[in-house]
């Protein structure tokens, strides 16, 4: 029996910039389809109000869930009032703003009960990615939110994010930790599935500027001096990939990083079992769910040492942490994993470890639990 047997199903309306079809797609959208999907399988209603792109359907039905899709990645939070008010007349009990780019303010225009769900926030990372005009727009939207969702409960998905929702000025007994999870049906050590012959470092997601694939590509030289002949292989796509093939160009590594584009769930999963180690450079995330789907196929990683990353990955366990922006230690921390047989074998039996304490079937139940709250302590039918 779900919590929510008690009350009946909820209607919950869900507000993100992206859904997980969005050419745009990242780890946030993962992890919000994860969860949300489950809450339809435990017998909620559950719509999604999203942004679109260049050919996109406006409406559709996404593993039983319902989409409107309204104005595209910059015009979205131009067009989501006028587009929530067309859908108001279905009767939401709640409303979840997932808060991942830039807040929409729902509680000012939003009557429902709202609960927020916040992967992480950019802070003044967000100049080293963006034109200082948008990068500026964030930053202030972010400094305003602690005023705007006071009485809102949040849901973060690390204590990393939980701290810096505190450190802005965030009530702590107003926000509660929820850790995503991975399909460990998808994610697991298989037997017949052989590692790369040669030292392979592997990196799946996103190529953007603040993921710091640039450090990762540094440290093949320094790898080399040691004696040690690694590959980079990258999956995924982004505006920065032709500065990172100037970058490996420039450090006389480009025969040995090679750029795969974007590639399938299969290949993602064969990747993430063949390499020696996964790597996560980003000197700021909510969580790195990519450390945790690594470690569950029993492959360690090194990430940076920076908050959301060093929750994910298990210092010592599933893998090792390294100075974000110094190329000698990641170099350091990788050559302890490629170098070491016995090194690595520990670590991806501890990685195996690590990545069993988290799924989406519990991550879902503690979404489920926090909107019966929500719904609860507004009155919500």
């Known amino acids: 029996m779900h919590a929510s047997d ?10 993100n910039w992206q859904d997980r079809l969005n050419p745009q797609a990242g780890g946030a959208e993962v992890h919000l389809h994860e969860i949300f999907q489950r809450l339809v399988d435990r017998g909620h209603q559950v719509s999604l109000l999203v942004s679109g792109w260049d ?57 429902l009960p709202v609960l927020a769900l916040v992967p992480h926030l950019f802070g003044t990372t967000a100049f080293r990615e963006a034109p200082w005009p948008v990068a500026a727009t964030v930053w202030a939207a972010e400094r305003a939110m602690p005023g705007v969702y006071r009485s809102v409960p949040v849901l973060a998905i690390s204590e990393s994010t939980a701290n810096d929702l505190v450190r802005r000025g965030f009530s702590r007994d ?87 584009g974007f590639v399938s769930e299969t290949r993602k999963v064969e990747l993430l079992r063949r390499a020696w ?41 599933s893998g090792f942490l390294a100075a974000h922006s110094d190329s000698r230690a990641w170099a350091d921390r990788l050559g302890r994993i490629l170098q070491y047989t016995e090194q690595r074998e520990r670590l991806a039996k501890g990685a195996v470890r690590h990545a069993s304490r988290f799924s989406w079937e519990t991550a879902a139940a503690e979404t489920e639990q926090s909107l019966i709250e929500v719904c609860r302590s507004r009155g919500g039918s």
């Open 55 to 111: 050919g996109a359907p406006g409406d559709a039905m996404l593993d039983g869930m319902r989409v409107r899709r309204t104005g595209k990645r910059y015009s979205f939070p131009l067009r989501v009032r006028r587009s929530f008010a067309g859908l108001a007349a279905d009767g939401f009990d709640v409303v979840v703003e997932d808060i991942n780019k830039l807040p929409l303010f729902t509680p000012l225009w939003v009557r």
């Open 277 to 317: 180690v996964n790597v996560y450079p980003s000197p700021k995330e909510g969580w790195g769910i990519t450390n945790i789907e690594a470690a569950a196929c029993g492959t360690p990683t090194v990430a940076s040492d920076s908050p959301g990353l060093r929750e994910s990955v298990a210092e010592g366990e």
């Open 174 to 260: 107003r926000v509660r930790v929820s850790y995503p999870g991975i399909d460990h049906q998808v994610f697991r050590p298989v037997a017949a599935v052989e590692r790369f012959e040669e030292p392979v470092m592997v990196y799946v997601g996103r190529l953007k500027r603040y993921k710091g694939l640039d450090v990762v590509i540094r440290a093949l030289p320094e790898l080399r001096e040691r004696g040690i002949a690694a590959r980079f292989l990258i999956a995924g796509q982004g505006d920065d990939r032709r500065r990172l093939e100037q970058i490996a160009a420039e450090a006389g590594v480009a025969d040995d990083v090679e750029f795969l």
């Open 6 to 15: 008690s009350r009946g199903p909820l209607r919950i309306l869900v507000i």
